[in-house]
């Protein structure tokens, strides 16, 4: 069992560029175990419009308890126009991505909770913010951050409708002859946003067992507390990676 954890988590290392590591921690394994199904997603973009590392420097970002100090990139080039929009909750901001096909959505709320914004937080919301966006010149404060997180998540798919499948009344019979259950559920996900742009993976086990100028002054966005970022597919919505930021350096 050792050696075909080794072998699973050196696969995913492999294709997440070193990213995604020990994705099967000691014990995932047991003699039991008879199927592990991988899958891994890596993806590094450059921003069409790049940061200047020499404007980046030390400010504050408000957590929900504390100011913390946070390496804050710069971009307020008044020749530059972003896709924005606004309403009485958000600020929404896309960045593009070169090549143009992928972008990132950033949400910061203004004066509701994070955890308000992400309760409202549906698919229509997504495509009215998105159908709203227009050209403007926009001043952006972006902190620079890296984070890695991984999901046990059998709990929360039970929760979600499919207890059974974690039981030995399981059927996937369309898969093996043996009589096999869903063990345990991992996700484990790295995303760093930098002057450069940003580089992101993700990797899940399943282990089962048996425009022109504006005229108006430039919008001010400082993400200076905690906020959503969505990379999306810009022709279709699709949502690539997402999560939320809330304390950069943590």
Known sequence: ??????????????????????????????????????????????????????????????????????????????????????????????????????????????????????????????????SGLTLEEVYIYLPRFTFETKYFLSGELKEMGMPAAFTESANFSGMSSFPLMIDEVIHQGFVEVNEEGTEAAAATAVVIAITSAPIEAPKIFRADHPFIFLIQERSTGAIVFMGRVTNPVS
Do not use: C
């Open 1 to 130: 069992t050792e050696e075909s954890r080794a072998r699973i988590n050196n696969w995913v290392e492999e294709h997440t560029n070193n990213k995604i590591k020990n994705i099967m921690p000691p014990g995932t394994l047991s003699p039991l175990t008879r199927l592990v199904l991988t899958n891994a997603v890596h993806f590094k973009g450059y921003w069409e419009h790049q940061f200047s590392k020499d404007d980046t420097m030390d400010q504050y970002f408000n957590t929900s308890s504390q100011s913390v100090t946070v390496p804050m990139m710069r971009l307020t080039d008044s020749e530059l126009t972003f896709n924005y929009t606004e309403d009485d909750s958000v600020q929404v901001l896309e960045l593009a991505y070169k090549g143009g096909d992928l972008s990132m959505l950033l949400i910061l709320p203004k004066n509701e909770s994070l955890i308000t914004v992400e309760e409202g937080l549906t698919n229509n919301k997504l495509n009215e913010w998105r």
